[in-house]
């Protein structure tokens, strides 16, 4: 059976690696790290940089993402590429016959969307998990703006892109926070009051932040998400919007 670490490294920045996760990258016997793809080799690069600065002795392997079927519906497009991925870490893990711990880096937490711990749940055996928490996007982002999680008492809604688009604003939510929105889909959104507070590459150098009313700087964050995806081949963005 395999002791298989999922590691979360926070959202770019080296300085976000908890002690925690620092320690279980240096006692790892073996270390994956995915290839995203053409225009995406900075993704792989920061895990590098991130092992190279903890000075981590730890083998590490590089195996290649495969792409989702966009002709497939959402959910059966999923689950394939999840079934491939597991199968790649799998023949990954054959091939290398790690003698200790395997360790993967996950940008953010292992357990706030991201797929990580369904894909591992589909190997076999199963391994041992563990599971090393990380900063989120949802801290880098409240951080990097200087504002409060959660108004006094009030619900708070994390969801997605799609979501929003399809269901609109949540009833009752004075607070939305949203990730893995490539659409913009605060641009559908009819509800008066709504302040938006945006922020990509967050902690990272390229860090960018857009905040104000959303009417006003819905347009601003749009003609900076297209700048900095065609600048850098990807991005990786959240925003939080809250009834003022």
């Not at 959104?189 to 938006?196: A, C, F, N, Q, R």
């Amino acid at each position: 059976m395999i002791d298989l670490w999922l590691i979360g490294i926070g959202t770019g920045n080296p300085d976000h690696v908890t002690l925690e996760a620092r320690t279980a990258l240096r006692q790892a016997a073996l270390i994956m790290v995915p290839r995203k793809g053409p225009g995406k080799g900075d993704l792989a690069d920061l895990r590098h940089q991130i092992l190279a600065a903890l000075e981590c002795q730890a083998r590490v392997v590089e195996f290649d993402m495969p792409l989702r079927d966009e002709s497939l519906p959402y959910g059966e497009r999923v689950q394939r590429w999840h079934d491939e991925i597991a199968a790649l870490w799998a023949a990954t893990l054959a091939r290398e016959t790690p003698d200790g711990p395997v360790a993967l880096l996950v940008w953010g937490d292992p357990g706030l969307y991201d797929s990580t711990l369904r894909i591992a749940a589909r190997l076999s055996p199963a391994p041992r998990l563990r599971v090393v928490p990380g900063i989120t996007a949802l801290q880098a982002l409240t951080a990097a703006h200087a504002i409060p999680f959660n108004t006094v008492n009030g619900t708070v809604i994390v969801t997605t892109g799609r979501r929003l688009r399809d269901q609109g604003w949540p009833d009752g939510a004075e607070t939305v926070v949203v990730m893995l929105d490539g659409e913009c889909s605060f641009q559908r959104l009819e509800v008066p009051g709504l302040h938006i507070w945006w922020g990509a590459f967050l902690g990272m150098p390229e860090q960018l932040l857009v905040s104000g009313p959303l009417a006003e700087a819905a347009p601003r964050i749009v003609a900076a998400r297209a700048e900095a995806r065609l600048q850098h081949g990807w991005i990786m963005d959240t925003y939080l919007l809250r009834s003022v």
